[in-house]
Antibody
Framework: QVQLVQSGAEVKKPGAAVTVTCKTA????????IHWVRQAPGQRLEWMGW????????EYAQKFQGRVTITSDTSASTVYMELSSLTSEDTAVYFC??????????WGQGTLVTVSS | EIVLTQSPATLSLSPGERATLSCGAS???????LAWYQQKPGQAPRLLIY???SRATGIPDRFSGSGSGTDFTLTISRLEPEDFAVYYC?????????FGQGTKVEIK
């Protein structure tokens, strides 16, 4: 069955960078893009960007341009999301989600990133 | 950026009752690229509806979506105990994709 398994919780200091991993299984990796969405405490879901795992094409929300990098490793069926220059406002649960006809049909379990001095 | 506004913020209903959730967009959502997700505490969102009115795989037929342009509705015909959760609408027709602020359906 389709699975997206994310890496564990992280605690980072302000100014640092974090990388969250999304390991996929149960489908052909290059047939579905992967999106990243985050949810700060008590806030709405926020789309960060996506990667076409077949071509490598990426698109980022303007809000995160210059701070976020999404990459993929086809041999490992894994997608990575790196967010740099962290501040307390980046404290959130980060989700990866599979693209199916532009919607997100399968999601990872979420990774809590806490930014604190 | 398309801003989505959901109403009401909270809906207090009893099991068996009908729930009607609204999602308004600041601009027309192209090709009805509007989805609805259900989220329970500590869980990832679950896709319910895509294309404004198509149910995702495995979603019970008590969930239905309607609307076009700037006004969309999610209806749950008869609430089951497992339906009490937060519901988000999302537009995916233009970048950046955006979500509404959510409607919490709670037990009355």
């Amino acid at each position: 069955q389709v699975q997206l398994v994310q890496s564990g919780a992280e605690v980072k200091k302000p100014g640092a960078a974090v990388t969250v991993t999304c390991k996929t299984a149960g489908y052909t990796f290059t047939n579905h893009a992967i999106h990243w969405v985050r949810q700060a405490p008590g806030q709405r879901l926020e789309w960060m960007g996506w990667i076409n795992t077949g071509t490598g094409h990426r698109e980022y929300a303007q809000k995160f341009q210059g701070r976020v990098t999404i990459t993929s490793d086809t041999s490992a069926s894994t997608v990575y999301m790196e967010l740099s220059s962290l501040t307390s406002e980046d404290t959130a649960v980060y989700f990866c989600a599979r693209d199916e006809s532009l919607t997100n049909d399968y999601w990872g379990q979420g990774t809590l990133v806490t930014v604190s001095s | 950026e398309i801003v989505l506004t959901q109403s009401p913020a909270t809906l207090s209903l009893s099991p068996g009752e009908r729930a009607t959730l609204s999602c308004g967009a600041s601009q027309s959502v192209s090709s009805s690229y509007l989805a609805w997700y259900q989220q329970k505490p500590g869980q990832a969102p679950r896709l319910l509806i895509y294309g404004a009115s198509s149910r995702a795989t495995g979603i019970p037929d008590r969930f239905s979506g309607s609307g076009s342009g700037t006004d969309f509705t999610l209806t749950i015909s008869r609430l089951e105990p497992e339906d009490f959760a937060v519901y988000y609408c999302q537009q995916y027709g233009s970048s950046p994709r955006t979500f509404g602020q959510g409607t919490k359906v709670e037990i009355k």
